[in-house]
């Protein structure tokens, strides 16, 4: 069984900045690669980054790019979301999830994602 618990959330101001984690239990973290989505109120889940098992790859969905950074430490089982130059349009729970490719989904679907955390919450004032 994997658990996955993010922290790092909370009430920023528009500009500002934050960074969010999502520690791992298990053995076989590092195999995995991980991914971050969030949930705005009434709003579908989507996608917003995610990272290959070994670190050297990662993507993000295009309302981030360039503002946010996935990173990972497998030696801490734990992955990384920072966030800079935070909007009100961030707001939202953020949750890590693990990928598992044998669930033949695309990457950016939740489908995709078999483990996740229970979310971080991130308000972003204007």
């Known amino acids: 069984q994997v658990q996955l618990v993010e922290s790092g959330g909370g009430l920023v101001q528009a500009g500002g900045s934050l960074r969010l984690s999502c520690a791992a239990s298990?053995?076989?973290?590092?195999?995995?690669?991980m991914g971050w989505f969030r949930q705005a109120p009434g709003k579908e889940r989507e996608f917003v980054a995610r990272?290959?098992?070994?670190?050297?790859?990662?993507y993000y969905a295009d309302s981030v790019k360039g503002r946010f950074t996935i990173s990972r430490d497998n030696a801490k089982n734990t992955v990384y979301l920072q966030m800079n130059s935070l909007k009100p349009e961030d707001t939202a729970v953020y949750y890590c999830?693990?990928?598992?490719?044998?669930?033949?989904?695309?990457?950016?679907?939740?489908?995709?994602?078999?483990?996740w955390g229970q979310g971080t919450q991130v308000t972003v004032s204007s």
């Open positions: 298990g053995r076989t973290f590092s195999r995995y690669a």
């Open positions: 990272i290959s098992w070994s670190g050297n790859t990662s």
């Open positions: 999830a693990r990928h598992n490719p044998t669930k033949g989904a695309t990457w950016t679907s939740v489908s995709a994602y078999d483990y």
